[in-house]
């Protein structure tokens, strides 16, 4: 279990019909380019942060993203003081990202897999929301929201159980913070608080079975992502026929350099995002346009295999 809520069934022919409505005249032509391209195609499909706009969580990159400086992994390991920043922010961010829902465009992504689409899912977001919408085959490629590992002992634990643990370790805290004000929010439930002394506050939560250092259990800017997800992303794009990029500015090489071994198969690359990505001189077709409603369309439209 993840802690988010499921998504509510929807017949694709009523997420069609509104789609369509919704999509640009352009935006809608460009689609149907795209649908000639897959059709009779297995593709696979790369997602990233601007799928979950949609869902009310930030993205890093896109139109109107408050620009941010992540902590690295050498920051979070290097200072206690700086993962009592960390945790403290991340308590108030997960308090509020783990009542994400899935939307639209991870509930088409999961039927594009349940009717035979697809050779696989690779997410670089961490919120599991693929998973919630019905998705099977997927490559959490920088992690996963729900859980934590221990840096000693290696043992992975549940953020809920965390929570409760930073609950009874800090009293009052959410509620101070909301009183504070929290003016930024990022998609790895980090937070951005001006109250230094709140932060000082907060008192971070051990091991529970060897009281060593707890990390969520993603990657950080500057941490390596775990080879076996990387070998498995690049077999799912070795299996296809095309890759269906959705929502990704493709900034980080983690995502790109599957674009780019696409590309270098002589794979068809399809790109949809809202504003330029690093990865647009790769694409065969890009579409500049919001992602829930594209994929909508799409899994509406795309014939079965």
């Keep these: 279990m993840t802690g988010f809520a499921s998504l509510p069934p929807a017949t ?10 919704e999509l640009q005249h352009s935006e809608t032509g460009i689609l149907q380019d795209i649908h000639a391209l897959l059709s009779g195609r297995q593709f696979a499909v790369l997602t990233g942060a601007g799928l979950s706009t949609d869902s009310g969580i930030p993205d890093y990159r896109g139109p109107g993203a408050a620009p941010r400086t992540p902590m690295t992994y050498q920051e979070f390991i290097g200072e206690p003081g700086n993962r009592q920043r960390y945790w403290a922010r991340n308590h108030i961010g997960w308090s509020h990202l783990r009542r994400a829902d899935p939307n639209d465009g991870h ?65 009052g805290f959410l509620e101070r913070a909301q009183a504070a004000g929290v003016v930024e929010m990022a998609p790895d439930a980090d937070a951005t608080v001006e109250d230094a002394g709140l932060i000082e506050s907060f008192v971070v939560a051990r091991c529970p079975a060897c009281a060593g250092t707890l990390k969520p259990d993603f990657v950080y800017f500057g941490e390596n992502v775990p080879k076996d997800r990387v070998e498995r992303s690049y077999a799912m794009v070795d299996a296809a026929r095309a890759l269906l990029v959705a929502g990704s500015s493709l900034t980080v090489m ?12 002589g794979k068809a690359v399809v790109i949809i995002n809202r504003g330029p990505t690093r990865g647009d001189n790769l694409a065969t077709i890009k579409l500049d346009a919001g992602v829930s409603g594209a994929l909508t369309w799409l899994a509406a439209e795309l014939p079965a295999l």
Aim: aromatic residues 4%; positive net charge; contains cysteine.
């Design 107 to 171: 509930a088409a992504v999961a039927r594009l897999e349940q009717r035979g689409l697809l050779t696989g899912l690779i997410t670089q977001n961490v919120d599991r929301l693929h998973e919630d919408a019905g998705s099977v085959n997927v490559v959490d490629l920088h992690g996963r929201f729900d859980q934590v590992v221990c840096l000693d002992c290696r043992r992975l634990f549940s953020r809920r159980m965390l929570a409760s643990v930073l609950e009874e370790l800090n009293p």
């Design 12 to 21: 694709a022919a009523e997420s069609a019909a509104q789609t369509a409505a």
């Design 254 to 265: 983690s995502g790109l350099r599957f674009a780019r071994h696409a590309a270098k198969q």
